[in-house]
């Protein structure tokens, strides 16, 4: 029996779980950031020229696909500034006063009109003679000895609304605690702001202790709903809203500034309450003279405020105004971690804070996954590891196309045929090469033993390994790339550090047996590597030393004598530059005869050698096609003139058919 009524009371505990949003910070069970769409678009940004640090910054302020950036956030809180602006007037608390005080006192010329007595009379005229002015109005009734009740309770309702907008200002929800407030509530409102002021005199002394500021809030708590821990947590909240209040102030006009100084000592029927608030605001600026006490705005809109809702929108463009800034990131030493996410919580709402966590947490995982490094002078740079990633993108691009193209080969099959590279990979769908049996059982055993099983070993579709192959013959490939200054004005330089990765990344992992030199050619030539062409710039250059990058081409190919040679070059323009024998460029414009005969023997070289060789126009010069048609025709080799979008294509193609005819 008793064991039942426990099982019963388990059941009913059970049933009383509650679930809620998890507030803890970042969601632990979110996938991890996905760093390739901005590696991606990073990496274009660093091929076009900027520089990886620049690039880095440009992809956080514009975000990607699928997440806003910090300049659309910024944006956010402009507009929403502005909304504040532009919808609000600091109007609503005079034209409450006055219709209550007309509501006053039409009620009491009511009751006079009944009223037989002298006394009435006079009254009357007093009524008459009220100044224009409400605040001046309410000040000359202060002693009046009311005959109407209703009249009497709205002048009351006058002294209420007061009291609670001025603390209102001060006290962010204390007008909605204070409303029907008795003798007693407003006593007890007088005492903490006695004691408030107590306590800030002596924190602005250097002698306020930790000790003062509990027993204050022992007392007083009830009015702090932001639970400070400390008194300085305290003075930065009170100080805040109190700046906000002040910059309420100075927007108000010279009449406005008149009535509610008049007015605020009416509060709570109350000089005494003014008072206090007057001084908690002069030693809040003493404790903390950085905050905003001179600022003012301009409101233009139609819906008024009260001096409490305004003082809150004043704290809501101040925080708007500092998001701003913080997502410009334009201030010396920006970081992401200076946005205050709880302030972009309050104004733009979880979408935006998640927003920014994401950009936050991917800029994180850029630098502590190894995408960026640093050269030996500090500069940060593309590491190869980002390189590789980016190539890979890039090569997707371009099998893409090269499927959508008829008879074309699809670059994910690469090598499935042929001999064994040595090597294996994990098994994928529609994947016809031979198992590796040894690595698929030991991928297994280490399986089961992890999850520590024992007995026979039952493979699964993950621990399968397939054996590489790629075509019997390897290559020495040199692809030979203008880097002379006109693909830059052109906008080919994209387009070409592109191909140059995309081929890069088939042959580094389809192809390894195959070996390349990527050659960049302007005045001078020179071997690079993937990584130096990336991040090569642009430089105001003139010569196209095809001359050069063909000697270079040749050392590749005497360095591999057993590969079969593959020339493949990319140019926008005639040879304008040859190499001396004293290792100096000869520039002339148009191409001076010797440049041309050095080229072209540097060609004849090159086919000599065996080499199928592939030149790449970009433009559509027709002096540049004739020579260039005449020069490949001359080598047996082909003029290919693709458009920027499809260079990639071509040239991945061509080497792709180069194995091809070579297998």
Do not use: C
């Not at 193209?405 to 090469?433: I, K, L, M, V």
């Not at 080919?492 to 030199?517: C, E, N, V, Y």
């Amino acid at each position: 029996m008793a064991r039942r009524s426990g099982d019963h009371a388990g059941r009913r505990n059970r049933h009383l779980a509650r679930y809620r949003r998890y507030t803890g910070g970042p969601d632990p069970l979110a996938p991890p950031v996905d760093l390739r769409d901005a590696l991606d678009e990073i990496g274009q940004d660093v091929m076009a020229g900027m520089s990886p640090r620049r690039a880095l910054q440009e992809y956080l302020r514009r975000g990607g696909e699928n997440r806003r950036g910090l300049d659309k956030l910024a944006e956010l809180a402009n507009r929403r500034r502005q909304e504040l602006l532009q919808r609000n007037n600091l109007g609503k608390t005079f034209e409450d006063v006055r219709q209550l005080l007309d509501d006053a006192v039409l009620a009491e010329r009511k009751e006079l009109a009944r009223a037989l007595d002298d006394d009435a009379r006079f009254q009357e005229m007093q009524i008459a003679d009220l100044p224009p002015s409400p605040a001046q109005a309410v000040r000359e009734l202060a002693d009046y000895p009311w005959r109407s009740p209703e009249a009497a309770q709205k002048y009351e309702q006058i002294r209420d609304l007061l009291g609670r907008e001025l603390l209102d200002q001060q006290f962010s929800g204390i007008k909605q605690a204070l409303e029907n407030a008795t003798d007693e509530d407003r006593a007890a409102i007088q005492k903490m702001l006695d004691d408030l002021n107590a306590l800030l005199d002596k924190h602005n002394a250097g002698e306020a202790t930790q000790d003062d500021f509990e027993e204050f809030m022992a007392e007083h708590g009830q009015y702090f709903p932001e639970n400070p821990r400390n008194i300085d947590e305290l003075i930065d909240a009170l100080a805040r809203r109190s700046a906000a209040a002040q910059r309420l102030y100075n927007s108000l006009t010279p009449e406005q500034r008149a009535e509610l100084e008049e007015l605020s000592r009416a509060a709570f029927g109350s000089p005494q309450l003014s008072q206090a608030l007057g001084d908690l605001t002069g030693k809040l600026q003493q404790a903390r003279p950085g905050e905003d006490w001179s600022g003012s705005q301009e409101f233009e809109g139609d819906e008024g405020m009260g001096l409490g809702d305004a003082t809150q929108a004043m704290q809501d463009i101040a925080d708007l105004e500092s998001l701003a800034e913080q997502l410009s990131q334009q201030h010396a030493g920006a970081a992401l971690d200076d946005i205050d996410l709880d302030a972009l919580q309050r104004q733009l709402g979880d979408e935006a804070v998640a927003d920014a966590r994401t950009l936050a947490e991917l800029e994180k995982a850029l630098k502590d996954q190894g995408y960026f490094a640093r050269d030996p002078d500090g500069a940060l740079r593309l590491s190869p590891k980002a390189i590789r990633q980016l190539g890979q993108s890039i090569l997707r691009d371009v099998a893409h196309r090269l499927t959508s193209r008829g008879g074309e080969r699809n670059t994910a099959r690469a090598g499935a045929t042929g001999e064994a590279t040595g090597a294996s990979r994990e098994w994928r769908f529609g994947d016809t090469e031979p198992w590796d049996t040894t690595r698929t059982v030991l991928n297994g055993v280490l399986r089961q033993a992890g999850e520590g099983r024992t007995g026979p070993v039952v493979l699964d579709a993950g621990d399968i390994e397939v054996t590489e192959t790629e075509a019997r013959s390897h290559a020495a490939v040199a692809l030979l790339v203008d880097t002379s200054f006109s693909m830059v004005m052109e906008g080919r330089w994209l387009p070409m550090k592109r191909t140059a990765l995309a081929l890069h990344q088939l042959i580094s992992t389809r192809f390894r047996g195959d070996k390349l030199a990527l050659i960049g050619f302007g005045r001078h030539a020179r071997t690079l590597t993937v990584g130096e062409l990336t991040g090569l710039d642009g430089v105001y250059e003139q010569g196209t030393n095809l001359h050069h990058a063909l000697m270079l081409a040749q050392q590749h190919f005497r360095a591999h004598p057993t590969a079969q040679p593959v020339l493949l070059v990319v140019t926008d323009g005639e040879p304008t530059a040859h190499l001396e024998r004293n290792g100096e460029p000869f520039f002339d414009y148009p191409p001076h005869p010797r440049t041309l005969a050095l080229t072209v023997r540097g060609m004849d070289a090159a086919a000599a050698a065996g080499a199928q060789i592939t030149v790449f126009q970009l433009g559509d010069d027709p002096g540049l096609t004739r020579f260039l048609d005449a020069l490949v025709r001359r080598a047996g080799g082909r003029l290919v003139s693709p458009d920027l979008d499809g260079l990639g294509a071509a040239v991945v193609s061509d080497y792709l058919r180069s194995r091809r005819t070579r297998g």
